[in-house]
């Protein structure tokens, strides 16, 4: 998750861990949703963010962010509050049997990758450790989010190996979780899971995107954050497609899958992630109610909750859609403020794209950012 988003500043819990697990506790089981094919629904929870009810019924997956890796190379939770709420989310198996539980180890800001992944014995180490964490919370697999190989933006050690080695560590990893599967009598189909959180451009460039993905069961694409507080624009931070007004360079979900798709990696591992929050830039300049313009600063994120509940049609913003891009924004043209952000509308057009090109599901950041399922019932009718 890039810069500026909710993902990468630490939060507070907001409700206590007793109250969260009673939620988890009194759901009411509900026989789990039918997906066409191998479609999943992928939801990205935190451990700082858990949210007061889960319909387990309309996920097939949880990604619990985030596991990162301590001074020795060794995965572990650093917050104690952590372990409680992965307990939670493993418990709601008891609503959908189908449900699985991966332990995402990384997001924006977390170090430690490139030390880890730079030996053989480094490799053994942080595959062995993140097996063992994975075991002990009874999770069902492994998701790395690395922002990013061969890349320092986010203020993490890099180096120019990490391309070769980034998939050498998803070998050692994918030979562990199989070995752990066999000792433990798990069937092919039902295997301990590898994925990543992928981007694309110059993520490209620095990883063996067209080797590493035999080692994975599918690749989450953060088809999100292409606009934000590094960019010099305002625009769709997560647009399907490209605007009227896009420059040629600017980034989009459809063309972020079609350079996945071109390194040889079948349609079936690809999930498109979707976002379920904003970012706002104010001091835009007020051509095309501020799309693709300059700004004096970036304003914040918003999750879609507060847009629903503050923002959308108040407060001097109004609703605009970008029916090229599949994108709504926010305009106030008396403050001058922009907000991109996704929502139902465009939400429904991303499932329908990841649906009628037989990708491998859709992925959203995260769950607790939703509005009474707002989102995720758009993903989910979309589907039937």
């Not at 305002?234 to 497609?241: F, M, R």
């Not at 049609?313 to 599949?326: C, I, P, S």
């Not at 037989?358 to 607790?368: A, D, K, N, Q, T």
Request: with cysteine.
């Amino acid at each position: 998750m890039r810069p500026g988003t909710i993902a990468g500043v630490r939060q507070a819990i907001g409700l206590s861990l007793a109250g969260v697990l009673a939620c988890f506790a009194g759901a009411t089981a509900v026989a789990p949703a039918e997906t066409p094919g191998h479609f999943r629904v992928i939801a990205y929870v935190a451990g700082w963010s858990p949210p007061p009810v889960i319909h387990a019924e309309k996920l097939t997956h949880i990604n619990f962010a985030f596991a990162r890796i301590d001074g020795d190379g060794k995965v572990e939770f650093k917050d104690p509050a952590f372990a409680p709420v992965l307990k939670s989310l493993v418990a709601l198996k008891q609503q959908n049997p189908r449900l699985k539980v991966l332990i995402s180890v990384g997001g924006w800001e977390a170090d430690g990758f490139s030390d880890a992944a730079l030996t053989d014995a480094s490799r053994k180490a942080f595959a062995q450790s993140a097996i063992d964490l994975m075991r002990q919370h009874r999770a069902d697999g492994i998701d790395l989010d690395w922002e990013y190989p061969g890349q320092g933006v986010a203020g993490i050690k890099y180096r120019p190996e990490d391309k070769q080695n980034f998939t050498r560590l998803l070998k050692a990893m994918r030979e562990q979780l199989d070995a752990a599967s066999a000792t433990e009598g798990r069937p092919p189909r039902d295997r301990y899971l590898l994925t990543i959180a992928s981007a694309d451009r110059e993520y490209f460039d620095h990883t063996e995107m067209d080797r590493l993905h035999a080692h994975l069961d599918w690749i989450n694409v953060m088809a999100y954050d292409f606009f934000n507080s590094l960019t010099p624009t305002t625009g769709h931070h997560a647009g399907l497609y490209a605007s009227e007004h896009a420059a040629p360079t600017d980034r989009n979900a459809d063309a972020s899958i079609r350079q996945h798709l071109a390194a040889g990696i079948p349609r079936e591992k690809l999930v498109l992630g979707v976002a379920f929050y904003g970012r706002g830039f104010a001091g835009v300049d007020a051509r095309h109610d501020g799309l693709h313009q300059s700004y004096q600063r970036y304003q914040g994120d918003h999750s879609y909750r507060e847009l629903v509940e503050k923002l959308i049609d108040e407060q001097g913003f109004v609703r605009r859609w970008d029916d090229r891009a599949k994108a709504p924004f926010l305009w106030n043209a008396e403050a001058n403020t922009f907000i991109t952000y996704d929502d139902p509308e465009s939400i429904r057009a991303k499932s329908r794209y990841a649906r009628d090109r037989r990708l491998g599901g859709i992925m959203f950041w995260e769950l607790s950012q939703d509005r009474d399922d707002e989102l995720l019932d758009a993903i989910v009718t979309s589907l039937e």
